[in-house]
């Protein structure tokens, strides 16, 4: 299918399609993964699925999530939302559970969703420093291409960039992979445009 408007001046063939598309992810919410049957029907192995946390959620509901998609044979990453994780406890207590009984070796480390932390944690950076998560494959960060006025409340991205920076620098003593992910844009342009703004900046990490 040909989604670009009838002046783009490129065309882009079924291949190069197929090609951007390769290893694309997805993300579902436990609720949502029990109305799927079987992820094996609808998706390419391998695939990375995330699983989101929200708010709320038992941790044996999202263990047990991980565990079934894991075992259908796709890349489980789960988030772990600083402001809803009590202390290092409890984090240490879902790292567990995530790679004793689905075998995680792939984090989503973001802020999460609300506004008033209910515990130790407040940003992402508070977890990569807590050591919990040395020996994990891949480490992902949360972006966002069209700003986030939760963190940067002037509109500006003053704070976001402070703190990608740092994660830059985390990247490089770690022996993880780590990667920006963002959520799915219906505009190319913001994206180009932001991630032109990384690289000035001095962020290279890939972002997906």
Known sequence: LSFFRKDS????????????????????????????????????????????HIDGTPIEEMVATAKRIAGEGFDVMPHFPARIIADKATLADWIARYQGEAGVKQALLLGGGVGTPVGDYDNSMQLLESGLFDGFDRLHVAGHPEGNKDIDKDGGDAIVMQALKWKQDFSERSDAKMAIATQFCFEADPVIAWANHLAAAGVHLPIH
Request: proline content about 7%.
């Open 9 to 52: 001046k490129a065309a882009a063939s079924p291949d190069h399609l197929e090609a951007f598309l390769k290893g694309y992810s997805i993300e579902v919410m436990p609720r949502t993964a029990e109305k799927v049957e079987d992820f094996r029907a609808l998706l390419p192995k391998g695939t990375r699925v995330y699983i989101a």
